[in-house]
């Protein structure tokens, strides 16, 4: 039987009784950001990477300061990320970007891609809690020209003849496409294959229409009165699924959920929200163990879906936002060497594969080098930053093994200048990349060589 206790609590609580609950609520006040910053996060993206304009040159808002921008709208880059790209960190250097914004809550799109030939690519699709809910492309749906009729949770109708229904879990949704470049004379073949893509509304119009972003590019989650406010109306357009509903209800007394506002809150609660956030993003941020050996380390691996580890979502939200499911890709990182001491340009270093031992992979491989103060790539007068299965020249062993140089200056061996990327003179770190991975690197079995330091 349920008792309303309200009447018989102590007027004055007890210092072990406040002890507790205020432990029970700074708990609940962590899993609640956990839970939510990846909300923050794609709303902070949305508002960075959404374009004000259309690809006439229309402006989606009347003014610089506007919150206007372009949904149901592709968008292209066009070269191969260099260092003087600075809008994500650790970009790759493989693979030309292809971005659009969905808004499904007036309605499905359909999505047409074009023949890729032999290329490849993937467009991956996102939640608004970032869950890599599906895949198109090489692996998943083949390399052939394709429709596929994206929807709403709440979407019920006939879907268009010949289309591939794709339900998606929020009506916000996240399109991120690698498409593969072999170099800059391959970057006109690449263009064209981008321009193929199409989103159109079920009656054959372009999908492409005006959307309020809520948010100025740049702004961090250190705020907690705004972190309040971008929160509600994400949870507000992009309900959490069924089975999560009461979680998320069980937050709003703390000053998290759907119906609060910043306005609402006093003081003492703007400042636990605020010291919560501060704390989780210390948690996140902290450095990571090598788990693989040799200096390598997997800093999260990516599925489907996170389920209810929310520590490991919130994570990939703040700092890996948009990483692809490790089926589809994996990243591989070391900023040690093989004996865990940083790795430092003003040292050299040497990754050797031994013959029959390169990475097992159905597309490529790379390895790209980051400087560790700005997780950006390195200028350098080569124009190299990644090696991988498509570089030209690199020069193999006589036994088929592989060698390659990581550091400042180049190797000793002028032989292997082409088996070299240059390093800054402080510390880096590299990521090696393995797109659509065998099992021998998905079950951990792949034995990754060491990162030597050189005498």
Known sequence: MLTDTRTTLPATPSSASTGAANTADAALLREAILYTLPLYEMARMRAMTCPRRD???AYAGDSPESMLRWVNHFIHTRQL???????VVTPNNDTLYTNAWLDLSE???LLRVPDSGSRYYVLGLLDFYTNPFGYIGTRTTGNAAGSYFLHGPGWKGDVPQGAVPMACPTDAVWIIGRIMADGTADLPAAHAFQDGFTLKSA???YAQRRFDVGMRPGEQPGDPARYVDVVAAALRANPPPAHEASLAASFAPLGIGADVSSASLDGRQLEAI????RTVLDEIGAPQPSDLGGGWFIPVEVHQSFGDNYFARAQVA???IGALGVEEAMYIMADCDSEGAPLDGRHAYELHFTPGRLPQVDAF?????YDKADCMLVDNPLDRYSLGDRSPNLLHEPDGG???YFGADAPADPAYRNNWIPAPSAAFYLTLRLYVPHAAHLDKTFAYPSITRLA
């Open 203 to 205: 009656d054959g119009s």
């Open 107 to 109: 309605g499905p799109v």
């Open 318 to 320: 703040r700092n890996y």
């Open 402 to 404: 592989l060698r390659l």
């Open 274 to 277: 605020g010291n919560g956030i």
């Open 81 to 87: 990320l260099g260092p003087q790209h600075r809008q």
């Open 365 to 369: 491989w790379s390895v790209t080098l």
């Open 55 to 57: 690809t006439s040159g």
